[in-house]
């Protein structure tokens, strides 16, 4: 069970991160690399922000329910 929590909990961690990535391409305020398609584009931000969402839940379900 302990190696299933983990595993879970680094790819929820994963996911937050390529969700605030996204939100910050998709606002603008991570312009990088520079000629990505994603930047200044409102989609990509209602799209971090549901993976960001999606890994939370995965860390909280990791955490509580696998014990």
Same mark, same amino acid.
């Given at each position: 069970?302990?190696? =299933?929590?983990?595993?879970? #909990?680094? $790819?929820? =961690?994963?996911?937050?991160? #390529? /969700?605030? *990535?996204? $939100? ?20 990509? *931000? $209602? !799209? ?6 999606? /890994? ?6 990791? !955490?509580?329910?696998?014990?």
């Amino acid at each position: 069970m302990t190696f =299933v929590r983990l595993a879970l #909990t680094v $790819i929820g =961690v994963l996911m937050v991160v #390529t /969700g605030l *990535i996204w $939100i910050g391409q998709g606002s603008g305020a991570f312009p990088y690399p520079a000629s990505s398609f994603m930047i200044n584009q409102t989609p990509w *931000i $209602i !799209r971090g922000a549901g993976v960001a969402i999606v /890994g939370l839940a995965v860390i909280w379900g990791a !955490r509580r329910f696998l014990r």
